[in-house]
C-alpha cells in the first residue's frame, strides 16, 4: 500500500486533564500517516487519484486547535475518524504528541492506526 504523510504539524490547542492545563493553550505535534493507492495518481497526475494532504492537515489543525480535549488518546482518534472521512484513505496512522510534557523527556505521546470500518 501507498502512503501520503504528514509531518510534525503543529497545533496549540487545550488539551489535558489538570487545571492547568485546561487555561492555556498547549502545543502539540501531530504526524498522519494516510495508506492509500497511488497507481492511478502516479499515471495520471491527476489529484483526484490521491489523498489531498492540504485539506487533511487544515481539517486535523483545525480541529486540535478547538476540540479541548481531554486526552491525547481521543485527539487522535478524531484525526483518524476525520481523516478517513476521504474516500481514498483505506488506513491511518496518527501520532499525537506533547512536547515538554512530562519532565526530562522531549514528548509523550500516543499513536493509533484505524481502518474505516473502525468507525462504523
Do not use: C
Not at 10 to 29: F, S
Amino acid at each position: 500500500m501507498d502512503k501520503v504523510f504528514i509531518k510534525d504539524l503543529v497545533a496549540r490547542g487545550i488539551i489535558g486533564l489538570n487545571d492547568w492545563e485546561r487555561k492555556k493553550p498547549q502545543e502539540m505535534r501531530i504526524n498522519i500517516e494516510l495508506e492509500t493507492d497511488l497507481r492511478q495518481a502516479g499515471e495520471t497526475d491527476d489529484l483526484q487519484y490521491s489523498v489531498n494532504y492540504r485539506t487533511i492537515a487544515k481539517r486535523a489543525l483545525a480541529h486540535a486547535e478547538t476540540a479541548q480535549r481531554l486526552t491525547v488518546e481521543a485527539l487522535a482518534a478524531d484525526i483518524a475518524r476525520l481523516s478517513l472521512e476521504d474516500p481514498n484513505v483505506q488506513k491511518v496512522v496518527v501520532r499525537v504528541e506533547k512536547p515538554g510534557a512530562v519532565r526530562f523527556s522531549e514528548a509523550v505521546g500516543v499513536e493509533i492506526e484505524r481502518i474505516r470500518s473502525d468507525f462504523t
